[in-house]
């Protein structure tokens, strides 16, 4: 059956809960059979508007206070991943915006920045009202989380990332920075990793028939957001590397096997039935991720070899 991509890209909160993970990705596939242009990408940014507050975790608050010692563990696993990240990568966006080579891609960019604080403010929002932390701000409750962190993530949100951006902050009009930035930001951490994780963890969630929890609709509007940075990533290194292969291909191939081995490690949980206990395998993960990844390299034009 075809997916109604137009039904999924105009769905509010409430509808999300009816709309399936794999649904969302395919706003990818059709990008990548036919590349939506910048101000394309911006306008479907204004039909996609939802708001955190619009939430109700009431019924997941009823989940976390009778689920197992287990789940919790894997539960609060990820959702670290995730609220770390999603703070990371608002706090690194900006120089983005400042070394967009066009008007229309600073556009889309900034639209990118607030749906990544939108992102943060929803992992707070959950865990104020589901687990219920005493945490006073935002800084405190991040810095509680962080420990759990492993090296792989670290490395990526924590070195690598804030190193690019600081290269672009100091210099706007470094392109080749701006091309390594992307292809680490919008391929390996938002199309490889993010999508990867949102994608087992919501496709779990349907087949428990937990669809119409708060965190369902909003995390399903949060892949959501992140299809449409994707494409937008997509397209950067497809016109990059159309232009100029020999001089932008090789910086996105050296960049992304430099962090194949962060993709592999940050994936890889602290205890393998954070992932088995819920029907899936940490091959089958990785496999997805990878898959995903060479799907959007071939859109781009380039392959891993040297």
């Known amino acids: ?27 990818i596939d059709r990008g990548i059979e036919n590349m939506p242009s910048y101000m394309d990408l911006y306008r479907r940014w204004e039909v996609q508007q939802w708001a955190v ?27 670290r991943l995730f609220f770390n990240g999603e703070e990371r990568v608002t706090a690194t966006l900006a120089p983005f915006v400042w070394a967009a080579p066009t008007p229309e891609i600073e556009i889309f960019l900034s639209t990118q920045m607030v749906d990544e604080a939108r992102h ?38 924590y070195d690598r990332l804030p190193s690019t951006a600081q290269r672009l902050a ?12 992307v292809t680490l930001y919008h391929i390996v951490i938002e199309a490889t990793i993010a999508l990867t994780g949102q994608r087992f963890e919501l496709e779990t969630m349907r087949e428990q028939g937990l669809t119409d929890r708060g ?36 910086i996105i191939q050296q ?9 592999s490690g940050t994936l890889d949980p602290p205890d393998p039935r954070y992932i088995t206990e819920f029907g899936h395998t940490e091959s089958e993960i990785l496999t997805f991720a990878f898959e995903s990844l060479n799907k959007r390299l071939r859109a781009i034009g380039i392959n891993l070899a040297a």
């Open 120 to 157: 943060t403010v929803f992992f707070e929002k959950w865990w104020h009202d589901v687990v219920g932390t005493e945490a006073r701000d935002m800084t405190q409750l991040l810095a509680e989380i962080r420990p759990e962190a492993n090296e792989g993530y670290n490395a990526l949100f």
């Open 170 to 181: 100091s210099n706007p009009k470094d392109f080749d920075a701006f091309i390594e930035g």
């Open 53 to 79: 507050a619009d939430l109700d975790f009431s019924l997941d608050r009823q989940d976390w206070l009778e689920s197992d010692d287990l789940d919790r563990k894997a539960t609060l696993w990820s959702h």
């Open 215 to 250: 965190f369902y609709r909003g995390f399903t509007a949060v892949a959501r957001d992140e299809s449409r940075h994707v494409n937008f990533g997509i397209k950067i290194l497809q016109d990059a590397v159309r232009e100029d292969p020999q001089r932008f291909a090789p």
């Open 1 to 27: 059956m075809a997916v109604d991509l137009e039904r999924i890209g105009r769905a509010s909160l409430k509808e999300l809960g009816d709309i399936r993970i794999d649904d969302v990705l395919s706003f």
């Open 255 to 263: 960049t992304l096997v430099e962090c194949l081995p962060l993709i």
